[in-house]
C-alpha cells in the first residue's frame, strides 16, 4: 500500500512558529535537497492538478486526444520538456495566470496533503530540528510546489512557466528543472563547499545527477517503508 499521509499530517509534522525559529539558527554544515514528485508525493503532481483544475473527464479525454505525442514520448522521440508543454498548452494555454496560481494555491492546501509520504516529512522535519536548510528541487512548476514551500519555510527550486500579456502560453520559461538542469540550479544558488554534509533525495534516473552531488543520497528512500 502507498505510504500516502493524511491530509493533517503535513501541518502535525511542521509546526510554523517552530519553523520560523529553526530558520535563524542553521548552521549550514548541512543541507538537504529532495525531490518532490514519487520522493516526497506518492502520485505525479502535475497529473493530480489537471484533474483538479480541469476534472477526471476533462483530463482523461485530453490524455485520449494526446496519446499521439505521449506515445512518442514514452518511446523517447520527445523529450520530456516537450512532453510537458503539449499537455501545458493544451489545458491551460490562454489560462488567465493569476486564476491559475489561485487554484494552485487551492491545490496546495488541500489537495497535496493527502499525496504526502509520511517518512518524507518526517525525514524534512528531522532535517530541520537539526539544523540543516531543506531545498526543494523539482520539475514541476513553482506555482503549486512554491506555496507549500513557502507555508513551512522550506526552500524551492522549481520548473517556471512562460506568461505573455498576464496569460500562460503553455510553454516552459528556460529549462525544465530536470536531470543535469537540478544540478545546474543548485550549483547557480549554492556554493557546496560550504557544507560538511549534504543529503539528497530522489526516485527516478533523472535525479541521479542530483544525487552525485551528495555526501549522503538515497534513491527511492521512502516507498518500502511502513510508518
Not at 89 to 94: D, H, I, V
Amino acid at each position: 500500500m502507498a505510504d500516502v499521509g493524511h491530509p493533517d499530517d503535513s501541518r502535525t509534522l511542521f509546526q510554523k512558529n517552530e519553523l520560523i525559529v529553526m530558520s535563524t539558527a542553521y548552521s549550514h554544515s548541512s543541507i538537504a535537497f529532495f525531490d518532490f514528485d514519487g520522493t516526497i508525493t506518492s502520485k505525479d503532481t502535475l497529473a493530480e492538478l489537471l484533474k483538479f483544475q480541469k476534472g477526471k473527464f476533462k483530463y482523461y479525454t485530453g490524455l485520449v486526444f494526446l496519446s499521439p505525442a505521449l506515445i512518442l514520448f514514452k518511446l523517447g522521440l520527445i523529450s520530456n520538456h516537450r512532453a510537458k508543454e503539449i499537455l501545458l498548452e493544451f489545458f491551460f494555454k490562454g489560462m488567465p495566470v493569476s486564476d491559475f496560481n489561485a487554484r494552485c494555491r487551492e491545490f496546495a492546501e488541500t489537495r497535496l496533503p493527502l499525496l504526502f509520504r509520511k517518512g518524507a516529512l518526517s525525514e524534512i522535519r528531522r532535517h530541520l530540528q537539526n539544523n540543516t536548510p531543506v531545498v526543494i528541487v523539482t520539475a514541476s512548476p513553482e506555482n503549486w510546489v512554491l506555496p507549500w514551500c513557502q507555508q513551512y519555510n522550506l526552500e524551492c527550486i522549481a520548473t517556471r512557466l512562460k506568461v505573455r500579456n498576464g496569460k500562460l502560453t503553455g510553454k516552459i520559461s528556460g529549462q525544465n528543472c530536470s536531470g543535469e538542469e537540478k544540478v545546474r540550479h543548485i550549483l547557480k544558488r549554492y556554493n557546496l563547499s560550504y557544507y560538511t554534509k549534504i543529503y539528497a533525495y530522489g526516485d527516478t534516473p533523472g535525479d541521479l545527477p542530483m544525487l552525485s552531488l551528495a555526501t549522503d543520497s538515497y534513491y527511492k528512500p521512502f516507498k518500502e517503508r511502513t510508518y
